[in-house]
């Protein structure tokens, strides 16, 4: 049985929420704060297995009551938002940075469509992230930048870096690209795996953490350097030969689309040894295989290790099919890029 604190400020979508996780038979409601204050001593005091927390509440916001229970009694949380508007899912986001492990949808009222599929990604999130240990805590920005390492394999003259991330993805993409200046020499393709809705307000808040120009990816949309482009909800990223990104509603891969595995797969075809691909965080196998097909390529691949990651599914599996020349934290794949980029502009 998984014991669930509920923090929601609206008393009748309190009143949803725990009818709809009691439900359940494998999930009890503990507790029901109504602000984030509340939220801080129930989860004290009930010690639940995981919270389901709103990110805009009074007195004490989701960030904020976020931020106290990992400093106090580390809790695995998921951020529940009723809107996708940009000031709504930056507030989603930066509770993540705050140890939160995952941003959802509250789901639509029973008689709205799409209401039984959302509540039962709901369920099923809630109790695969009620088995995630979040004691650990790690600082994703201490790189400085200046002293990148020499010990990593770097590719000759690297022409992009693909980056693909799942669970726990948002925290891990932060810090690595805020360690990184905005003058980086080459373009960075990012698939993250992110409900539809959600795209605009993470592109927006993810703009805010790096020095760099992040943006939804467009087709024909020629690379830049110094520019994150991220995959837009409902189609796969690609990359042509010219250098130019093609969009396409083909069938999902590994489940998704946009598929990590893909963009890797493209990137390995079109760019061989002179392409980077790291694979974060996250549940599944997506992009393992379009590692391995990075490294069977000649490039440098890189695995988030399992200690920094909040779910090793993704990056285990890659290392499971030996995809990774290195497997790392953040914190060291953001010094990786740095020697790839002193190799660039030696």
Not at 38 to 62: C, F, K, Q, T, W
Not at 89 to 109: C, D, H, Q, V, Y
Request: proline share 6%; charged share 20%.
């Amino acid at each position: 049985m998984i014991r669930v604190l509920l923090a929601e400020d609206s008393a009748v979508t309190r009143a949803y929420l725990s009818y709809l996780l009691e439900d359940d038979p494998g999930i009890e409601v503990v507790g029901a704060a109504k602000d984030g204050r509340e939220a801080v001593e129930l989860a004290a005091s009930l010690r639940p297995d995981v919270i389901l927390m709103d990110v805009h509440m009074p007195n004490v916001d989701g960030y904020e009551a976020t931020r106290q229970i990992m400093a106090s009694t580390p809790t695995p949380i998921v951020m529940a938002t009723a809107s996708s508007s940009q000031s709504e899912t930056r507030g989603g986001f930066t509770a993540l940075e705050a140890g939160a492990l995952i941003l959802l949808s509250k789901p639509p009222a029973l008689w709205d469509e799409g209401h039984e599929e959302s509540a039962a990604e709901l369920l099923r999130t809630l109790k695969l992230m009620a088995e995630v240990k979040v004691v650990r805590r790690w600082n994703g920005r201490q790189v400085n930048g200046t002293h990148p390492s020499n010990r990593f394999p770097r590719p000759h003259e690297a022409k992009v870096v693909a980056i693909g991330a799942s669970t726990g993805g948002p925290q891990a993409i932060s810090a690595i690209l805020a360690a990184l200046p905005g003058t980086l020499g080459v373009p960075v393709l990012l698939v993250q795996h992110i409900s539809d809705g959600f795209i605009d307000g993470f592109v927006e808040w993810l703009g805010t953490r790096t020095p760099m120009e992040v943006v939804v990816a467009s087709q024909g949309e020629a690379l830049r350097a110094g520019t994150v482009h991220v995959a837009g909800g409902g189609r796969h990223m690609t990359v042509t030969r010219d250098g130019r990104l093609n969009l396409d509603h083909g069938p999902p891969m590994n489940g998704f689309r946009p598929s990590i595995s893909r963009l890797f797969s493209s990137v390995a075809s079109t760019c061989g040894r002179e392409a980077v691909g790291i694979l974060l965080t996250g549940m599944g196998r997506d992009g393992a295989d379009g590692l391995r097909q990075m490294r069977d390529a000649g490039g440098l691949t890189i695995a988030q290790d399992e200690a920094s990651s909040v779910i090793f599914g993704m990056p285990g599996e890659a290392v499971r099919l030996k995809a990774a020349c290195e497997v790392l934290p953040p914190a060291a794949i953001a010094e990786a890029l740095w020697a790839v980029e002193m190799e660039r502009v030696r």
